[in-house]
């Protein structure tokens, strides 16, 4: 199975600070990788597909980069409502994998 | 407007078995693959079970495989997860999610609770 690992593992930043979180497969992916916003109690909200692609209604300060086995997650400025968890996917192998995640708290 | 409702957690021995289910609404069912993916409380996501818009594909994890089975009725717009010979750590928040889940247009229910304990 593919595994994923994130960095770093926790942030603490503030309010409008850029934000870059990284991901890095086991094996080269193409760019068959998506990045999931988490906040507590709530279902996962799809931010990123194919690597650099924003989903619809996600606000244009997030981005994202990368293709093979890299990739970036950037949050441009953050907001308040940005303090949540982030998941890597990666589905190339229709065995899709999390990342362990990236808890980003208010400094 | 998509809906996506699980249900049939609960609580259950380690051993014993559990059938999910997922009802979907606002969409057209049969034309989309689906997916179950489960947290466990504190922890982190963890894809379980994936099967194709006409049922003829199914993918399941390395950690349920040969114990879980996902299955679909797209007559009934329903999603399965037949649970079997549970274990302490299969406990967690079991989530419905139609489509490719690294997709754009992924859509996710709010989740089924499933406690193994003895």
């Known amino acids: 199975a593919i595994q994923m690992t994130q960095s770093p593992s926790s942030l603490s930043a503030f309010v409008g600070d850029r934000v870059t979180i990284t991901c890095r497969a086991s094996q080269g992916i193409e760019s068959q990788l998506a990045w999931y916003q988490q906040k507590r109690g709530r279902a996962p909200k799809l931010l990123i597909y194919a690597a650099s692609s924003l989903q619809s209604g996600v606000p244009s300060r997030f981005s994202g980069s990368g293709s093979d086995t890299d990739f970036t997650l950037t949050i441009s400025s953050l907001q308040p409502e940005d303090f949540a968890t982030y998941y890597c996917l990666q589905d190339y192998d229709n065995l899709p994998t999390f990342g362990p995640g990236t808890k980003l708290e208010i400094k | 407007e998509v809906q996506l409702v699980e249900s049939g957690g609960g609580l259950v021995k380690p051993g014993g078995s559990l059938r999910l289910s997922c009802e979907a609404s606002?969409?057209?069912?049969?034309?989309?693959?689906m997916n179950w993916v489960r947290q466990a409380p504190g922890k982190g996501l963890e894809w379980v079970a994936s099967?194709?818009?006409?049922?003829?594909?199914?993918y399941h994890g390395d950690s349920v495989r040969g114990r879980f089975t996902i299955s679909r009725d797209n007559a009934k717009n329903s999603l399965y997860l037949q649970m079997k010979s549970l274990r302490v750590e299969d406990t967690a928040l079991y989530y419905c999610?139609?489509?490719?889940?690294?997709?754009?247009?992924?859509?996710w229910g709010q989740g089924t609770l499933v406690t193994v304990s003895s």
């Open positions: 999610a139609r489509g490719p889940i690294a997709a754009a247009g992924v859509d």
């Open positions: 606002g969409f057209s069912f049969s034309g989309y693959s």
């Open positions: 099967i194709s818009s006409s049922g003829n594909y199914k």
